[in-house]
């Protein structure tokens, strides 16, 4: 099976055997070239909170929902909110551009609870994916750390959402002991039946070798965040202003 | 409760503990199955100042506590259907990152810490109540710290080994946290937490 067969395919029946073999080679990062910068890689991702965002603003108008589950998935909507927020403060803070909402088409997603609990399961685990499929080409620590924290939620969203549908704990609650990268390509492929405007505004960026050599650049302070580096308005304004410093010992050298 | 076997283990510990400073979690991850000779020299100059290793063997000795926690849980029998249903892999799952971790370790040249002597506190196993609330809070604490050293890991690799980690832990703290009558969504983005501040939190628990 090969890895582009891997990520194609059903993960439910991948093994951790599999997962692992997948992860090791070099964890089926997205083609070089995906994205040039890490504001190419936030509007990636905005673009994808964009999608979650109206599905669940719109599923859970629904009415489809009640008791606790109607709790979960307002926190879900909550959540994918914020990180819609979060990232677009952050890329202008950046300097750069934010994506624009895409225009969405959820076909028959919201006839019963159960089309709406599933497609959100779908949405949660390519979310899951495409934030561990982008993170090495994050060059920006403090980015990579809020883009982590963001694909942990994600991750919980969709164990829940999994478990609420009662799906088998591993293989649908789970999806082994290893999470599994998703390709840009993949991801797209994916999303492209819900985006009735296509993602062609996302930056296609010139080549870049990977997160790793990028990675390993990144010497500066912001180490010293630790913590802190969430990506709301203050944190997005601090690392901003580090990026810069950086962007001109770059100049210097 | 979580007591090294032996004092020369302890001192392994902490000494990268300090090598690590500040921030901290564990981290774990694994470079799935075994990486390549030259994947793994490539691995090792950019994981320089042993800091990277060290991170691994902080998520080893958190990764074998989970394990450990998980298999005395289950053998007491207090689940059934559903909540069984749903523990059970957690336990293989904790069990596979101290494999892969420690196999990493090795890979790049480092040596693996020894499993630690765990005491738990009194009660922690006496019902499915404290099992699975302790649980949680293993989970969570997990959680937090391998998001604490996200911006610490030196080399791509160990990165993206240890956030896939770090997600199936977020799968489990949301899961945990619902079957005892908690938010399984308490952030929008998960917290992190320092190496310090989640020694702090076990100490009370080593001896």
């Known amino acids: ?253 | 409760m979580l007591q090294f076997s032996s004092t020369h283990d302890r001192r392994s510990f902490l000494k990268w503990a300090g090598i690590v400073g500040v921030g901290s979690g564990f981290v774990a991850g694994g470079l799935l199955s075994l990486p390549t000779m030259a994947q793994a020299q490539e691995i090792k100059a950019e994981a320089r100042d042993d800091g990277d290793l060290g991170i691994l063997n902080y998520a080893l000795t958190l990764e074998y506590l989970e394990s450990d926690f998980y298999a005395t849980g289950l053998q007491k029998g207090f689940l059934k259907d559903r909540e069984l249903e749903l523990i059970t892999p957690i336990g293989d799952h904790e069990k596979q990152h101290v494999t892969v971790v420690t196999s990493t370790i090795t890979t790049l040249g480092g040596t693996p810490v020894a499993k630690p002597k765990i005491t738990y506190p009194a009660g922690t196993f006496d019902s499915r109540d404290s099992f699975l609330k302790t649980a949680s809070m293993f989970e969570e604490l997990g959680v937090t710290a391998y998001h604490g050293q996200v911006p610490l890991i030196k080399s791509v690799d160990i990165l993206g080994a240890a956030a896939s980690i770090a997600g199936v832990e977020s799968r489990h703290a949301a899961i945990l946290a619902g079957m005892i009558g908690g938010n399984p969504f308490p952030n929008s983005i998960e917290k992190n937490a320092s190496m310090a501040d989640i020694l702090a939190a076990v100490k009370p628990l080593i001896s």
Request: hydrophobic share 45%; net charge negative; charged share 15%.
């Open chain 1, 1 to 253: 099976m090969s890895r582009r067969d891997f990520v194609r395919g059903e993960l439910n029946d991948i093994s951790p055997a599999q997962a692992l073999s997948a992860l090791n080679s070099r964890w089926a990062l997205a083609a070089p070239g995906d994205f040039a910068t890490d504001i190419d890689v936030l509007n990636y991702a905005l673009t994808l909170e964009y999608l979650e965002a109206a599905f669940y603003i719109q599923g859970n108008q629904a009415g489809l929902l009640s008791g606790t589950e109607q709790a979960y998935l307002a926190k879900i909507q909550a959540d994918e909110e914020f990180h819609v927020t979060a990232i677009t403060q952050t890329i202008q803070q950046l300097g750069g551009t934010p994506v624009e909402k895409p225009g969405v088409m959820f076909g028959d997603a919201f006839d019963t609870r159960l089309k709406y609990l599933t497609t959100s399961v779908t949405f949660e685990n390519v979310g899951v994916g495409a934030y561990l499929g982008a993170a090495g080409f994050i060059k920006d620590k403090t980015i990579l750390q809020a883009a982590a924290g963001i694909f942990g939620v994600e991750a919980r969203h969709a164990a829940i959402v999994g478990n609420l549908l009662g799906l088998p704990a591993e293989g649908g609650v789970y999806k082994g002991a290893f999470e599994t990268p998703m390709a840009k390509a993949d991801v797209l492929a994916a999303a492209s039946p819900f985006l009735a405007s296509q993602m062609g505004a996302v930056p296609a960026g010139a080549a870049d070798t990977g997160g790793g050599s990028a990675a390993a650049k990144d010497e500066s302070g912001l180490y010293a965040l630790g913590g802190a580096a969430l990506l709301g308005a203050a944190g997005a304004a601090v690392y901003a202003a580090r990026r810069n410093g950086r962007a001109e010992d770059e100049v210097a050298q």
